[in-house]
Antibody
Framework: QVQLVQSGAEVKKPGASVKVSCKAS????????INWVRQATGQGLEWMGW????????GCTQKFQGRVTMTSDTSISTAFMELSSLRSEDTAVYYC???????????????????WGQGSLVTVSS | DIQMTQSPSSLSASVGDRVTITCRAS??????LNWYQQKPGKAPNLLMY???SLESGVPSRFSGSGSGTDFTLTISSLQPEDFATYYC?????????FGQGTKLEV
């Protein structure tokens, strides 16, 4: 069965970096993109960006440009999200999600997040 | 960025009730609208995609409709396990924004 298992909770000081891992199993890792979504305590879901384990390409929302790096190691079927220059507002649960694409009547491929990791709590505190 | 607005933010209901949650996009997103369910301390779970397509394994009491800017998620007869927070998400363009969530409570 498809599983995404994320790394454990982290406590970081402001200005530091954190690297969250997401190990995939039960499917061909390079066949599906991975997206990252975060959720501050008691708040909604915030999409951060995507990466393709097949091509190595990635992209993120403007809010995180210059601070986030999304990579993968296909030899161990693991995706990584590194966030730098941490501030208190980055305290959140970070989720990885597998992306499945469906085709609409126009032939466009649209993403849906069909499997999620269990989440990794990152706390930024001095 | 496309803004997604859900209503209501919270909803009190009882087992057996029919409930409807609304999601409105700030611009037309065709039918590129997904719904997720999230229970406390858990990751979101995909319920519906393309506005009205039920994800495999999701009970048929869930249904979705809409296109353009206005969408609804309906639960025909609430079950105890349906009390959770529901999020809509547009997959029309990046960033793939979510609504703020609707908490369904007893």
């Amino acid at each position: 069965q498809v599983q995404l298992v994320q790394s454990g909770a982290e406590v970081k000081k402001p200005g530091a970096s954190v690297k969250v891992s997401c190990k995939a199993s039960g499917y061909t890792f390079t066949s599906y993109d991975i997206n990252w979504v975060r959720q501050a305590t008691g708040q909604g879901l915030e999409w951060m960006g995507w990466m393709s384990p097949n091509s190595g390409n990635s992209g993120c929302t403007q809010k995180f440009q210059g601070r986030v790096t999304m990579t993968s190691d296909t030899s161990i079927s693991t995706a990584f999200m590194e966030l730098s220059s941490l501030r208190s507002e980055d305290t959140a649960v970070y989720y990885c999600a597998r992306v499945r694409y469906y085709s609409d009547n126009s032939g466009y491929h649209r993403p849906i997040f069909d499997y999620w990791g269990q989440g990794s709590l990152v706390t930024v505190s001095s | 960025d496309i803004q997604m607005t859900q209503s209501p933010s919270s909803l009190s209901a009882s087992v057996g009730d029919r409930v409807t949650i609304t999601c409105r996009a700030s611009q037309s997103i065709s039918s590129y609208l997904n719904w997720y369910q999230q229970k406390p301390g858990k990751a979101p779970n995909l319920l519906m995609y393309a506005a009205s397509s039920l994800e495999s394994g999701v009970p048929s009491r869930f249904s979705g409709s809409g296109s353009g800017t206005d969408f609804t998620l309906t639960i025909s007869s609430l079950q105890p396990e349906d009390f959770a927070t529901y999020y809509c998400q547009q997959s029309y363009s990046t960033p793939y924004t979510f609504g703020q969530g609707t908490k369904l409570e007893v």
